[in-house]
């Protein structure tokens, strides 16, 4: 039984039951453990004090520090208001790297995550505390003590599958190349637990293989930066664009990669798509391009804009056009005004066979 799990299924444990126990997310790199307190922010608005903190950037001192009470000849220790916040609230905090952290800092952080509690500073009630670190295998230096391990529930977070991650990808800005490229290469998104060889996935990290740059959900998007338009406009440079995208998922994939870059660039523009739907070429040379067209007019398409888009996607294959259609109707952004479209409607109520 596979017990890894999607961002989504430890988000509900944690925002359900992290009030009164603690959860260790451990997880592959690049993978968006640290994440889960912004799913947190947008779905809870202002109810927590949110905070993540690098464990490996604190020190001891960093977590309470002495206050001298003179006249009670006492000492007090006075608690980072990054993990008690100020009181109005409970707090939302994720330790994050807490395996990596020094054994000193590990000791001073286990009463907050286990007790709710700095030192004698209670937290606020209903305030939910977990930690994020990286899986052992990884060989990254996550370490903890037995005794502590008794206490929290440990819970593996898996990579988003390819379609997981686009679903993502699309409302935050990454470039249609790159959504198609993933959409086609699934194995982008293995973890190296599957593969025994390193061989047999040259594009994500192995322990095995000593791999400078490598695939995750984390480096695609930060490679995605380089496609878009203004920046490459700017940089105006090809081999410097492949270098910068290379430095972050590696050649291999950066070489692939490109290749839909290239396709993309052929595609028709944009305007001559939106006003001139009936007579703009058309890409269907190849599977990859006509996916690459769907993605490109998913990432661009605005209410506006949605009827000459189906108009133009209406000349592709039906595959491509339900393709597009499925793919809009994930994009939690557009999809209130999309189910609104009565061309949209009847694309998906005439090939309702195909949603099923």
Not at 18 to 24: C, F, I
Not at 117 to 137: E, M
Not at 181 to 190: I, V
Not at 236 to 250: F, H, S, Y
Request: proline residues 5%; contains cysteine; glycine residues 6%.
């Amino acid at each position: 039984m596979d017990l890894r799990l999607s961002i989504e299924e430890i988000f509900s444990l944690v925002t359900t039951n992290g009030d009164v126990k603690s959860y260790v997310v451990e997880g592959p790199m690049g993978s968006g453990k640290s994440s889960i307190i912004e799913m947190a922010r947008a779905r809870f608005g202002d109810a927590y004090h949110y905070c993540t903190v690098d464990c490996t950037q604190l020190d001891v001192g960093d977590i309470n520090i002495p206050d001298v009470d003179k006249e009670a000849r006492v000492v007090r220790y006075l608690p980072n208001v990054l993990l008690v916040g100020d009181g109005t609230k409970p707090v939302m905090v994720n330790l994050d790297e807490f395996g990596k952290a020094s054994r000193p800092v590990q000791n001073a952080l286990l009463p907050v995550l286990l007790e709710r509690r700095v030192g004698a500073v209670k937290l606020p009630a209903d305030s939910v505390i977990f930690a994020c670190t990286n899986l052992g295998a990884e060989g990254v230096g996550d370490l903890f003590q037995p005794h502590a391990r008794n206490r929290v529930s440990f819970v593996q977070m898996r990579h988003p599958t390819n379609k997981e991650w686009i679903k993502w990808a699309m409302t935050n800005g990454v470039h249609p190349a790159m959504l198609a490229w993933a959409n086609e290469n699934p194995q982008l998104f293995n973890s190296f637990e599957e593969h025994s060889n390193p061989d047999t996935n040259p594009y994500i990290f192995h322990p095995k293989d000593q791999r400078k740059s490598f695939v995750t959900p984390r480096s695609l998007y930060l490679a995605s930066v380089e496609l878009q338009e203004d920046r490459r406009k700017k940089i105006n440079n090809r081999n410097a664009t492949l270098a910068a995208i290379a430095g972050n998922i590696g050649v291999r994939a950066a070489l692939d990669l490109h290749a839909f870059v290239e396709l993309a660039d052929k595609l028709p523009s944009w305007d001559s798509i939106i006003n001139a739907p009936m007579s703009a070429t058309i890409a269907t040379d190849s599977p990859a391009t006509m996916v690459l067209t769907v993605f490109t007019c998913v990432a661009k398409v605005e209410k506006a804009t949605l009827d000459a888009v189906l108009q133009y996607i209406g000349r592709l294959p039906l595959e491509v056009q339900c393709l597009f259609a499925s793919q809009l109707t994930r994009t939690e952004s557009k999809v209130g005004w999309v189910a609104m479209n009565a061309n949209f409607t009847k694309l998906v109520r005439d090939n309702h066979w195909v949603f099923a």
